[in-house]
Nanobody, 122 residues
Framework: QLQASGGGLVQAGGSLNFSCVVS????????VGWFRQAPGKEREGVSC????????YYVNSVRGRFTISRDNAKNTVYLQMNNLEPEDTAVYYC?????????????????WGQGTLVTVSS
């Protein structure tokens, strides 16, 4: 089970911090990632981190603004989002992937949390 929290309404330029607690899995064996889906658009990989906590992936549009991290002791993955833009408005999902490789495509992921809405006003 993946339980995400931290969404909400924020003004452009503001910050939000997501967390996703993973239970029922051996968390340290899994890659984890954050995805988002805006109305009328496909789900895209925002940021992903491997089981070995190496070379996080960021989609170009968030690079330098978002930071992903994981705490294996707490079975939790975080996404710090700074300098938010209206284009970041979407439903955000956390996901876990069994091989440990942090791919950026949704179909690679095995387990999903519920979505949490982020709305960035201009």
């Amino acid at each position: 089970q993946l339980q995400a929290s931290g969404g909400g309404l924020v003004q452009a330029g503001g910050s939000l911090n997501f967390s996703c607690v993973v239970s029922g899995l051996t968390f340290e064996d899994y890659a984890v990632g954050w995805f988002r889906q805006a109305p009328g658009k496909e789900r895209e990989g925002v940021s992903c981190i491997s089981s070995s906590d190496e070379s996080p992936y960021y989609v170009n549009s968030v690079r330098g603004r978002f930071t992903i991290s994981r705490d294996n002791a707490k079975n939790t993955v975080y996404l710090q989002m700074n300098n938010l833009e209206p284009e970041d408005t979407a439903v955000y999902y956390c996901a876990a992937e069994l091989t440990g490789y942090a791919g950026s495509h949704a179909q690679e992921y095995d387990y999903w949390g519920q979505g949490t809405l982020v709305t960035v006003s201009s």
